[in-house]
DNA sequence: TTGAAAGCGCTAACAA
DNA sequence: TTGTTAGCGCTTTCAA
C-alpha cells in the first residue's frame, strides 16, 4: 500500500481507491484501465483480464462525478415530485426509476411540496447536478425556474398534463376530457343531482371545470362545489362530504359525487355509510387515481384510471434517447385515461 | 458572447456558463468569484457586488459536480428503499429530504425492489456517486453490498431494525418487542385464539415469532399464521383472510387477527365483513404502520404506529454531521414504537 | 482581501 | 490496440 512512487501529492484525495492505482496495478495506462472497464470491446483480452483482476483485487469502484466531469454525461435523471407520501404519482415514479436503473442511469428524487418557491430552489439545485435530464410531475407554469430550465439546455419532460407550450417534451392527458367524460357517464347513468369534492389544485380544478361545463350542457341543475383546500387526506374527504349533505339538504339531494383524487373518494364513502346511505344506491362515487387497492374494497371503488406507469416508462426512454443526442418524435404524447367501472358508481 | 480569448479550447465544454465567464464580467479572478459566491464574509463589500450582479446577468448556475470533484464533498445523501408504491417508509423518506434539503443537500432515491441483488447494484452505483451519506431502509445483512459499503468510508445510517452489529449509525426500534406488545395486548382483551396475516418479510417474521413466543407463554393456543408471500396488496390480504377462516373453523375459530401492514388488515377486515363477520365483535384486528388514512375509516384500525418522520429527520441530521466530520454519538437510536387502540381491536 | 498554481478522478482528442 | 496530453469546472493550498 504504502508505495512513494506518485512524486507530487501535496493534496487531499479521498483515500479511495482509483483508475491509477487499478492501471498500475494491472500495468497499463489509466485510460486504458478505462477502456477496459467501460468499453471492454476495445482492448485486448490480455488487458481486459489484467484489468479486471486489478479491479476485483482492489474493490474498485468508479468515480462516477469525475467521469461525469469529463464526459459531461452524468448518467443522473432528476425527477420533481409534489410529494412521495400516499401519492398517485407513485406507479409513474417507480416505472421512471426501474426503466432508468436497468439502462444504468440513476434517479434523483425532489419534492416541490406543493410549493412555488421551493420548486424554484429545487429547480436551482437539479440544474447546478447536470443531470442529462429532468422529469417534471405537472407542467412548470412561465417563472424563473421555466427560464433557467430553458436556459440549461437539458432534456425536459413534462407529464401529468397536457399543454400547448410545453418546455420541451410532454407525456400526458387532458384533465378537461376527463371532467366531460365523467359528467356524461354519470348523466348517463340517470344521475342528475351531480357534486364535486376536490382538492386544491389546478388540474383537479380544470376537471371540474369541464365536468360542470358538461352537466350544464346536458341540462342539469348547477353541481355543488366542495373545495377541501390542500390537505388531501381521507379525513378532509369525510368532512367535505358532511358540508356536502348540508348543502344538497337545501336543494334536493345528491345523486353522484366525482372525487378529485382515491383518497378523497374513500373519505366520502365512508362518511356517506357512516350516516346510512347506501352507495351506490343512495350516491354514487367516482375517484380519480385508481390506486392499487381501491378494486377490491367493498364497494369496489368506481375510478379514473391513468396509466401512471406507462407515463414513467416513456419519460424515461424519452430523456435517455436524448441524452444520447437522438431526436424524439413527437413531442407530446396523450396517453389518455379510462374510467373504470365498478360498484361504487 | 463569441469572444475568442481563450487561447486554447480544443475540447467539448457544455456551453453553459462557468464560473470563469462570472469572473471575467466581474473582472476578478475566477476564485474570488468563487468566494463571493459560497463565503461572501471573506471578499469586500465591492466585490461581492460586482459577481452578484455578474451572476445574475450571465444566469449562472455552479457545477455542483465539479465543485464536488474539487472538495470532495457532493452535499448529496443517497437513500435506498424497497419500494416507493403505498409504503410505510414515506413518511419517513419525505421528513428525510424536507430535512436534507433545508440545509442545502439533495436526496438520491435508489429502490432496491427487496429484490438482494439490484440491491448490490444499486449500492454500487451509488457509491460510485461519492454521496456524504447513505441511508438505508432496513439492515444490510453482510455479503458483498456491506463490504464494499464499509471499505467505501461513507458514512452510513440503517434504520426501520435493531441489531447489535450496525455498519455504522442506526436509528429504529425493535420488531420482536412488537410483535410481544400486539400479543399481549390482545391478550389482556380477552382475546384466546390468535392468528397472523403476514407478508414474506424478515422484519415482519420477526414480529411473528415474537408475537406466538408471547402467546405460548401465556398458555394460548398455536398461533395460526398465513404468509401472503412477497405480494402485500390490499387483495391479498382478502384472501389471506380466506384461508385463515378456513384453516380456523377446524381449531375453532379466531378472535383476533395481527396483520403484518395497514394495507393488509385492510383486506382483512374487507373480507370478514364481506363475510357477515362484525370487526370487531366477532373478529378484532390490528394492523402495522398506522397509514394516515386508516384513522377514519369505519372501524378505524388499531394498529402500530412508527415514528416514521422521526426517523428520517434524525438520520438526516446524523449524516449530516458526519458530513461535517462530527462525531455521532450514540451511534444507535431506539425510537420505540405504539400501539395505537382505535376501533378494531 | 485577493490571486496563482495545482489538481480532484476521469475521459475526449489525437497520435503512434 | 495502446498511450500521451490536456482539460472538464471547480476548490484547496500557499503566497502576496
Redesign the interface.
Known amino acids: 500500500m504504502a508505495d512513494k512512487d506518485s512524486p507530487k501529492r501535496s493534496r ?1 484525495g ?3 481507491i482509483t483508475l491509477r492505482d487499478v492501471a498500475k496495478l494491472a500495468g497499463v495506462a489509466p485510460i486504458t484501465a478505462s477502456r477496459a472497464i467501460n468499453t471492454p470491446g476495445q482492448v485486448s483480452a490480455d488487458v481486459r483480464r489484467k484489468v479486471d483482476e486489478a479491479v476485483a483485487r482492489t ?1 474498485y ?6 467521469g ?2 469529463a464526459s ?1 454525461r ?1 448518467r ?1 435523471i432528476a425527477a420533481v415530485v409534489p ?4 401519492s398517485v404519482f ?2 409513474t ?2 416505472a421512471l ?2 426503466t432508468l ?1 436497468d439502462a444504468g442511469y ?6 416541490s ?1 406543493y410549493s412555488p418557491e ?1 420548486e424554484e ?2 429547480l ?7 443531470p442529462d435530464g429532468i422529469f417534471l410531475t405537472g407542467i412548470l407554469p412561465p417563472g424563473k425556474g421555466r ?2 430550465l430553458l ?3 437539458i432534456p425536459v419532460v413534462e407529464t401529468w398534463d397536457l399543454t400547448p407550450t410545453p418546455i420541451d417534451m410532454l407525456i400526458g392527458f387532458s384533465h378537461a376530457a376527463i371532467g366531460d367524460a365523467v359528467a356524461r357517464f354519470l348523466w348517463a347513468k340517470g344521475h342528475r343531482r351531480l357534486a364535486l369534492v376536490r382538492a386544491e389544485d389546478d388540474r383537479a380544478g380544470r376537471r371540474a371545470q369541464a365536468f360542470q361545463a358538461a352537466v350544464a350542457q346536458a341540462g342539469g341543475a348547477p353541481v355543488i362545489d366542495i373545495n377541501v383546500g390542500a390537505v388531501r ?3 378532509s374527504g ?1 368532512d367535505a362530504m358532511g358540508r356536502l349533505l348540508e348543502q344538497a339538504a337545501a336543494s334536493g339531494g345528491v345523486d353522484a359525487v366525482f372525487c378529485s383524487s382515491d ?1 378523497l373518494a ?2 366520502v364513502m ?1 362518511e356517506a ?2 350516516r346510512g346511505l347506501a352507495v351506490p344506491g343512495d350516491v354514487a362515487i367516482v375517484g380519480f387515481g385508481d ?3 381501491v ?4 364497494p369496489a371503488l368506481t375510478t379514473v384510471r391513468i396509466n401512471g406507469a406507462e407515463i414513467g416508462e416513456r419519460a424515461a426512454r424519452c430523456l435517455m434517447a436524448r441524452a444520447d443526442g437522438q431526436a424524439v418524435e413527437p413531442r407530446t404524447v396523450d396517453v389518455g385515461f379510462s374510467i373504470i367501472e365498478r360498484d361504487s358508481a
Open positions: 487531499r479521498s483515500g479511495a474493490g469502484v468508479p468515480n462516477r462525478v469525475a461525469g466531469l459531461a452524468s443522473l410529494s412521495t407520501v400516499v407513485n406507479e415514479i417507480e426509476n426501474a436503473f440513476q434517479l434523483m428524487l425532489g419534492q411540496s421551493r430552489q429545487l436551482e439545485a437539479i440544474i447546478g447536478r447536470r427560464t433557467r436556459a440549461s439546455g387526506t381521507l379525513r369525510r383518497l374513500l373519505g365512508t355509510r357512516a390506486v392499487p387497492f378494486s377490491d374494497m367493498v
